[in-house]
């Protein structure tokens, strides 16, 4: 037995990178058009700086948004967009605070990262590539609110990149032993953004992460890891928010005492 009407050919596989600057529009109107601009200028320098140019140079149907980017790449590049590129994205926005920082003390980019895998549309076709399924969730990972709470309980003069990937990416890629990060360097959380009714598990990982107030910097703990969080069985990333009584805290690089943290 067969459904109903044709089948069709499955569109090809591609990895998807988007990204967004944190509290685009809180930095003055007047910069805002050169922080757009500077998207690409600072993703292309990154790739440059791990070694990694063909893939700046293959991406597919590119885009920039305003307050982003976004571009397909070969599946096969996947892994490097996990490491080295995350550790050299840091690296260049470090390295770009000095000269921000001179044309105005508050102004800064911190950018949130997305990284999937699925069929996308590819044919050369600007009006139709890239729409689909695989997008939207890569920018509804990207608009997470578990990312976005990632990058505002993490020191916003040093974590400057927070990157999420799916859990499909997570299984082949990191679990696979294809990227140079150990699986313990992310953080599960169920991404979520409630107005979209999106919902899927997903993995944060950030290059530098930083606590701010003691609190460790991620959210949206996954069901089971609270559990495992009050018993002390978790392994955790060094970028997990605790929702939960964990008995512990964190100075020194030790646990010691008590603490509760929740979000205002």
Sequence with gaps: ????????????????????????????DRHLPELSAMIPEVLEQAFSRCGQDRIWQEKRFPELPGDGYVFGIMPQYLPFLIHPFLDSLQTTLWERLPSL????????????????VGPVYDRGDLLRD???????????????????????????????????????????????????????QFRR????VLDKNFRQDAWIYLPRPTFLNGVPGAAGVH????????????????????????????????????FNYRES
């Design 1 to 28: 037995m067969t459904p109903d009407g044709d089948s069709y050919p499955l569109p090809p596989y591609r990895g998807l990178l988007a990204v967004d600057v944190v509290k685009f529009t809180d930095n003055r």
């Design 101 to 116: 920082r001179a044309l105005d003390r508050a102004l800064t980019m911190r950018l949130r990262v997305s990284i999937h």
């Design 130 to 184: 890239r729409k689909g399924k695989t997008t939207n969730d890569a920018f509804r990972l990207l608009d997470s609110d578990q990312l976005r709470e990632a990058m505002t309980h993490a020191e916003p003069d040093v974590t400057l990149v927070g990157a999420i990937i799916s859990e499909r990416i997570f299984q082949d890629v990191v679990e696979g032993g294809y990227a140079a990060i150990h699986a313990s």
């Design 189 to 192: 959380v169920v991404a979520e």
């Design 223 to 258: 069901t089971t890891d609270k559990q495992a969080a009050s018993t002390g069985e978790q392994a955790t990333g060094a970028s997990a928010v605790f929702h939960e009584r964990v008995g512990q805290a964190f100075t020194g690089g030790t646990f010691h005492g008590d």
